[in-house]
């Protein structure tokens, strides 16, 4: 190599790719879930030396970066300068603050890595059977571990660990055996693989009802102030803080009420003839709101009528001209498989960065033994319209496509320390981008609907912050969704469960959503009649999982 002109971002560029080598030697189950093999038979116990072992990484990475002169490089390097110097800080910040080891028992759970390596076609069967049989064999060690490091009894994570830990037996004792039949291994090879996996039933059952009588100093899930503000810092890197973006959707959720109130009174006739409207506008928007939800699908056809309207989407995005599709990466709609359930209704699983062959899942939960009370309620908060919107959040023009982009961009360092802000928050920039530019034909009850949806977003801020620092109750919470958000029963419930066991990720959509925005009306008025909303999609998608604040200075700058 000639040193004369290898550059301060060559340099760059090779000291990331070393950091990105470690950290998958460190974290051999998050490499694979992101399509990097090379540590599949690895399974770390979840101990006290293993976290001696990452303080001591994330130390030395630390040192290195403290070497590079960060004002030197470009652009798109100094991005991921900050976004791996942020990474090491936060991570150090998890181990000896945070320690969720201590009262978080749901992390500790294998069941969504071998589902993966089953599932995804990257090397042959038998050679993905051997890594996971390399796993499996260590799982009893591994929970045997695990019980060791659990302090606390925090109540809605014990019992989502005990729920996830018992939705993941099926992968071992059926899914893993399935496969086992099918492969070309030998028989002992195999009867070694059957036993394997009854052990690792046996210890993960062992694990529930470990769980399920654990005696240990109880514990809030609520973060408090402190941490919930520090977490904030790290997981969103916004320009604002976390309580300035509570404020700001306040003031948002009041703006989307009087929206409301007006569109609400424009329908009042069309749907309710010389009834008297109510005075109060809450009501006024809840009665419209309620009239129009009763049109939906039947439960049965929930999955196919997602499947049905994608291809609509890509339409309108084409003739509207948008942004760029890349047509070469199709969506594959499945029922959301066990391990997942539990959280989010809907997701988008994408290949990683090594993957790109990878399948893209669309995961729909399944309404399957629902009591015809609970469907019903949930189709009404799914209606026609959300659906619709749904559909571009998860899929098109929302986290499918932008996924895609981001598995384009070069930098791996982009793509693994994704900001889920950037990623959220373009999914719910692109519902009411699309509304925008005519999508539902304007109709007022589309638009109502979006409120309603964005509403959600910008209550899923509120609701986090006023549950982790503010103290707010269960019922306090229930009412602030079903009555200033328009929410069904069902979707509130689910939704304070949701904020039972996550802190942050839920005010990432409206968080990104606000930064997203801003960043367009800025460059709309920067560019003048020269800004083109197409070029201004995919340029922004091309600096890929980056913080929006940094891409906001990058593309402010003309970069
Ligand atoms: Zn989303």
Same mark, same amino acid.
């Given at each position: 190599m000639d040193m004369e002109h290898d550059t301060l971002d060559d340099r760059f560029q090779r000291l990331s790719d070393r950091f990105v080598e470690n950290l998958w030697e460190q974290e051999p189950e998050w490499a694979t879930s992101v399509g990097y093999h090379k540590y599949d038979n690895l399974l770390p116990l979840p101990d006290s030396s293993r976290r001696a072992r990452l303080l001591g990484f994330l130390q030395n990475w630390t040192d290195s970066l403290q070497a590079v002169e960060a004002g030197s490089l470009n652009s798109s390097n100094r991005i991921s300068y900050n976004m791996l110097k942020n990474f090491l800080e936060m991570k150090k910040w998890e181990l000896?603050?945070?320690?969720?080891?201590?009262?978080?028992?749901?992390?500790?759970?294998v069941a969504g890595t071998i589902a993966y390596m089953l599932s995804e076609?990257?090397?042959?069967l038998d050679e993905r059977l051997n890594s996971c049989y390399e796993r499996i064999v260590r799982i009893p060690a591994y929970y045997e571990a695990a019980k060791k490091q659990i302090r606390y009894n925090v109540d809605e994570l014990r019992q989502l660990a005990i729920d996830q830990s018992l939705g993941g037996v099926s992968v071992f004792n059926k899914d893993f055996l399935d496969s086992v039949g099918k492969s070309g291994l030998n028989p002992e090879k195999r009867s070694q693989m059957v036993h394997a996996a009854q052990q690792a039933v046996a210890a993960i059952n062992d694990y529930a009802q470990y769980l399920k009588q654990l005696k240990k100093p109880v514990k809030s899930f609520r973060l408090g102030k402190e941490l919930y503000e520090q977490k904030f810092n790290f997981y969103i890197e916004s320009a604002y803080t976390a309580g300035q973006m509570y404020d700001s959707a306040l003031a948002r959720k009041s703006y989307l009420h009087k929206e409301m109130a007006r569109v609400s009174s424009d329908l009042w006739h069309k749907y309710f003839g010389k009834r008297q409207a109510p005075v109060d506008p809450l009501q006024l928007i809840a009665l419209v709101i309620d009239t129009i939800s009763t049109r939906h699908v039947k439960p049965s056809d929930f999955q196919s009528a997602i499947e049905k309207q994608l291809p609509d989407l890509v339409s309108f995005v084409n003739d509207k001209k948008l942004l760029y599709l890349d047509s070469s990466k199709p969506l594959v709609v499945r029922k959301e498989p066990a391990y997942m359930?539990?959280? %989010?209704?809907a997701s988008i699983s994408a290949p990683g960065p090594y993957d790109k062959g990878g399948n893209t899942y669309y995961n729909v939960g399944s309404l399957e033994g629902w009591t015809a009370e609970r469907a019903g309620s949930y189709l009404r908060e799914y209606n026609h319209y959300i659906l619709q919107i749904l559909n571009i959040h998860? %899929?098109?023009?929302?986290h499918y496509t932008q996924l895609v982009y981001a598995n384009r961009n070069p930098s791996l360092v982009k793509t693994i320390l994704a900001n889920n802000a950037t990623i959220e928050g373009w999914a719910v920039y692109t519902e009411q981008m699309m509304l925008e530019n005519g999508y539902g034909n304007n109709e007022p009850e589309m638009w109502l609907m979006w409120y309603k949806w964005h509403l959600r977003t910008v209550c899923n801020t509120i609701l986090d912050y006023n549950v982790h620092?503010?103290?707010?109750s269960r019922q306090d919470a229930l009412d602030l969704l079903i009555k200033e958000a328009f929410q069904q029963k069902a979707e509130a419930e689910g939704k304070w469960k949701r904020v039972s066991v996550t802190s942050v990720q839920l005010t990432s959509y409206y968080s990104g959503y606000k930064a997203i925005y801003e960043l367009r009306e800025q460059m709309k008025s920067k560019e003048g009649p020269r800004f083109d909303l197409r070029v201004f999609h995919e340029k922004f998608l091309s600096y890929g999982n980056a913080p929006v604040k940094y891409i906001s200075s990058a593309m402010l700058q003309g970069q």
């Open positions: 000896q603050y945070l320690k969720e080891y201590e009262w978080n028992p749901s992390i500790y759970n076609d990257y090397a042959p359930a539990g959280v %989010a209704g998860e %899929a098109i023009p929302g620092v503010h103290n707010m």
